[in-house]
Nanobody, 126 residues
Framework: QVQLVESGGGLVQAGDSLRLSCATS????????MGWFRQAPGKEREFVAA????????SYADVVKGRFTISRDNAKNTVFLQMNSLKPEDTAVYYC???????????????????WGQGTQVTVSS
């Protein structure tokens, strides 16, 4: 089974930055599309960002575009989410996701992803 482990969450103030990391137990992560979703209390799961296996395609939710950057280091089996200019509305549990297969796209659809991490909490105070 594929295991995704998120880290890097925490409590920060508005305007601060965080970098989330997602380490995978799957050695062939190079062939996976990867992404991030988040879910705040009382709200539906929300797409954040995704990146194709070849890194040619990236997708961002409109609310994070320009502030967040998704990247990956395939050699280290790790995906990152650099979050700058954080806002209180960014407060949520952030989940790393993986889609098996060398797809060229970076889907925004949660159901398209095969594996989910346990999540890491990001809290942004005013």
């Amino acid at each position: 089974q594929v295991q995704l482990v998120e880290s890097g969450g925490g409590l920060v103030q508005a305007g601060d930055s965080l970098r989330l990391s997602c380490a995978t137990s799957e050695r062939t992560v190079t062939a996976y599309s990867m992404g991030w979703f988040r879910q705040a209390p009382g709200k539906e799961r929300e797409f954040v960002a995704a990146i194709s296996w070849n890194q040619y395609t990236r997708s961002y939710a409109d609310v994070v575009k320009g502030r967040f950057t998704i990247s990956r280091d395939n050699a280290k089996n790790t995906v990152f989410l650099q979050m700058n200019s954080l806002k209180p509305e960014d407060t949520a549990v952030y989940y790393c996701v993986a889609r098996r297969g060398p797809f060229s796209g970076a889907t925004r659809v949660a159901a398209d992803y095969d594996y989910w991490g346990q999540g890491t909490q990001v809290t942004v105070s005013s």
